[in-house]
């Protein structure tokens, strides 16, 4: 039984998460075809990256990473309870959707260090242009690799993250997607 | 939500996000991450080297091979290689003595260490301060650009014949690109990875 | 004096030989005093196809190796491929125009051809022969 809205995502956590998703999108599809935008765009996540590890300590509660942090039994359990189609809400990200935020963060973490890495050792450019004398060519080319492979595996867990928003939407019979941009989830009897 | 926590996390976010835009994307030109004399705009859409600008140099050393744009040897390559040119891989390439002095210094006053644009950075990358090669088409950079072009294409190709042979396949080398896109290898057209 | 009405002759009806011969005249001059004489443009065709060995390549070449035998055609470098513009001044109306690129070149590839410096009668009968093309 619905007893209103709650807020859940506070309008920075929104705002970091539409941004990012934008910026690697763009960043992704773009390559290095546009390398001014391409570093922009890199640099901002990395700027939202910094943003989040620290609001991750001290925002609101349930951006703080200690509301989403499960073991993998919790989240194992969880898995198990959508094949079987038990409904369970969760006010913040439940566990599955917690354990990607983790992996997203990681995967975006290494993606974007090897991406000033490589901005150094290709364009003798930005703070880690020192690399650009250190490097070989054949180390070079290692890192571009490093770089493409990193962006494509957390291409593949943005796919997996778009999959599992729609199947938790569809189990919980929640709009998540519009929660993410308005911040409000509704309220039900028992909360778990 | 405490609207005290919002405002300071709003005047994070900003810092956080001007703090890595400004580090990594604007970072200076000179100074702190290095000395490059171009502006970093100019710098990174700059597609190639600083064409020839020196008619002498064009006609002297341009009659038997490509004039070579000095922004592709550092400065010490080409005092060497003028300092030899009696012995000019395996010909004579002799000049008279004020010839040769004013293009050695057209030449030093150009180089890919001087100049260094961005086709110039590329070809000198890990050059240790006393290598002095002789020969681009040795420079690690150009053989790892070059290594996978059959020699059917080059040493076998009448059209081209050696890959000192530049603007036999890069139809704008004059100009000072060397893009792929502008590759055409006679005989067989584009270049495909 | 038939040979000055020839020459006039010449100068008159080959715009192309009307540069070279003002510049290729003087030389031949230059190359009597050093005791050469009766320049013939036959002589220079041979000297111009005849082989040499090359002492680094151990290949035969020859000034036809990179100009080809015929000089109203573009040549091609042997070593390096680059195209060199037609020798005849007939097609190139550059060539055979300053004296001290014609010294310069002979200085040059006569050692690189040759394996020595052209005699003043080589040189002569050479230019004979490429300035008739």
Same mark, same amino acid.
């Given at each position: 039984m619905q007893k209103g809205t709650i807020l859940v995502w506070d309008p920075l956590v929104r705002l970091f998460h539409w941004l990012l998703a934008g910026c690697f999108v763009f960043n992704y599809l773009a390559g290095a075809r546009w390398l001014e935008l391409h570093v922009l765009a890199g640099s901002i996540v990395a700027g939202l990256l910094l943003f989040r590890f620290i609001w991750g300590v001290l925002g609101t509660p349930h951006a703080r990473f200690s509301d989403f942090l499960y073991s993998p039994y919790q989240i194992a359990s969880h898995l198990a309870g959508l094949v079987k189609r038990r409904v369970e809400r969760w006010?913040?990200?439940?566990?599955?959707?917690?354990?990607?935020?983790?992996?997203?963060?990681?995967?975006?973490?290494?993606?974007?260090?090897?991406?000033?890495?490589?901005?150094?050792?290709?364009?003798?450019a930005g703070p880690l242009a020192v690399l650009y004398a250190m490097l070989d060519e054949r180390q070079l080319g290692l890192l571009e690799q490093v770089h493409s492979w990193l962006a494509d595996a957390v291409a593949a867990l943005v796919g997996l993250h778009l999959f599992g928003v729609a199947v938790e939407s569809a189990f919980q019979k929640e709009n998540l997607v519009a929660s993410m941009i308005h911040g409000r989830k509704p309220l039900y009897g028992k909360e778990t | 939500m405490k609207k005290n926590r919002i405002w300071m996390g *709003?005047?994070?976010?900003?810092?956080?996000?001007?703090?890595?835009?400004?580090?990594?994307?604007?970072?200076?030109?000179?100074?702190?991450?290095?000395? !490059?004399?171009? *502006?970093?705009?100019?710098?990174?859409?700059?597609?190639?080297?600083?064409?020839?600008?020196?008619?002498?140099?064009?006609?002297?050393?341009?009659?038997?091979?490509?004039?070579? =744009? #000095?922004?592709?040897? =550092?400065?010490?390559?080409?005092? !060497?290689?003028? *300092?030899?040119?009696?012995?000019?891989?395996?010909?004579? $390439?002799?000049?008279?003595?004020?010839?040769?002095?004013?293009?050695?210094?057209?030449?030093?006053?150009?180089a890919g260490d001087v100049r260094r644009d961005e086709v110039s950075?590329?070809?000198?990358?890990?050059?240790?301060?006393?290598?002095? =090669?002789? !020969?681009?088409?040795?420079?690690?950079?150009?053989?790892?650009?070059?290594?996978?072009? #059959?020699? !059917?294409?080059?040493?076998?190709? =009448?059209?081209?014949? *050696?890959?000192?042979?530049?603007? $036999?396949?890069?139809?704008?080398?004059?100009?000072?690109?060397?893009?792929e896109e502008t590759v055409r290898i006679p005989g067989y057209g584009r270049w495909h990875d | 004096m038939s040979r000055l009405i020839f020459a006039v002759m010449m100068l008159i009806t080959t715009p192309s030989a009307w540069g070279s011969e003002a510049v290729v005249q003087p030389l031949l001059q230059?190359?009597?005093?050093?005791?050469?004489?009766?320049?013939?443009?036959?002589?220079?065709?041979?000297?111009? %196809? %005849?082989?040499?060995?090359?002492?680094?390549?151990?290949?035969?070449?020859?000034?036809?190796?990179?100009?080809?035998?015929?000089? %109203?055609?573009?040549?091609?470098?042997?070593? %390096?491929?680059?195209?060199?513009?037609?020798?005849a001044p007939s097609r190139n109306p550059e060539r055979l125009s300053d004296?001290?690129?014609?010294?310069?070149?002979?200085?040059?590839?006569?050692?690189s051809v040759l394996g020595r410096v052209c005699t003043s009668q080589e040189k002569g009968d050479l230019l004979m022969f490429i300035q008739s093309q």
């Open positions: 006010v913040g990200h439940n566990p599955a959707g917690g354990a990607m935020i983790f992996a997203l963060l990681t995967g975006l973490l290494l993606l974007t260090a090897s991406g000033v890495a490589l901005y150094g050792a290709q364009q003798d | *709003s005047a994070l976010f900003a810092i956080c996000l001007g703090t890595a835009v400004s580090g990594i994307a604007m970072g200076e030109d000179e100074g702190e991450w290095g000395d !490059r004399k171009w *502006s970093r705009q100019g710098y990174l859409r700059e597609q190639g080297v600083a064409p020839v600008s020196d008619k002498r140099y064009a006609s002297e050393c341009g009659a038997c091979h490509f004039a070579y =744009p #000095p922004g592709l040897l =550092p400065a010490r390559s080409w005092r !060497r290689i003028m *300092s030899d040119l009696d012995e000019h891989f395996g010909e004579d $390439a002799s000049l008279s003595r004020r010839t040769k002095k004013v293009l050695t210094r057209y030449l030093v006053h150009n950075r590329k070809l000198l990358r890990r050059l240790s301060a006393r290598e002095a =090669p002789l !020969r681009i088409t040795h420079l690690p950079y150009f053989r790892r650009k070059h290594g996978e072009i #059959p020699s !059917r294409m080059i040493a076998g190709n =009448p059209r081209v014949r *050696s890959l000192s042979n530049c603007q $036999a396949c890069h139809t704008q080398a004059a100009r000072g690109v060397f893009e | 230059q190359y009597r005093s050093e005791g050469a004489s009766n320049f013939s443009a036959a002589h220079g065709r041979q000297i111009w %196809t %005849t082989t040499h060995v090359d002492r680094r390549s151990g290949k035969e070449i020859s000034c036809a190796s990179c100009h080809t035998s015929d000089l %109203t055609r573009q040549g091609r470098h042997i070593r %390096t491929g680059k195209l060199i513009e037609a020798m004296p001290d690129k014609i010294e310069k070149w002979f200085r040059r590839n006569c050692r």
